[in-house]
């Protein structure tokens, strides 16, 4: 899935269809930023990165909890993530 394949989800009348938009457009970002940071251990960027690879670690911890907060919700509010 791709981000803009959320935007249907988003604009949703139902909570619970914002809600995958949410879980969705975080794990995107997320796995995203992981591989981008797999292949700089790698050697393989194209491109050099601005910021320390400490804060791109700790922004990947965040987004992660966030993603775990969300299922747990999503779990107690019946929410059907996949």
């Given at each position: ?26 794990k995107i970002r997320h796995d995203k930023l992981k591989a981008m ?46």
């Amino acid at each position: 899935m791709e981000l803009n394949e959320t935007v249907e989800l988003m604009n949703s009348a139902d909570y619970k269809d914002r809600f995958k938009a949410e879980y969705f457009q975080v794990k995107i970002r997320h796995d995203k930023l992981k591989a981008m940071c797999e292949k700089w251990d790698e050697g393989k960027l194209s491109f050099e990165p601005t910021c320390p690879r400490e804060i791109y670690d700790l922004q990947l911890d965040a987004m992660k909890r966030y993603m775990d907060i969300l299922v747990i919700r999503a779990k107690i509010e019946n929410v059907e993530l996949i």
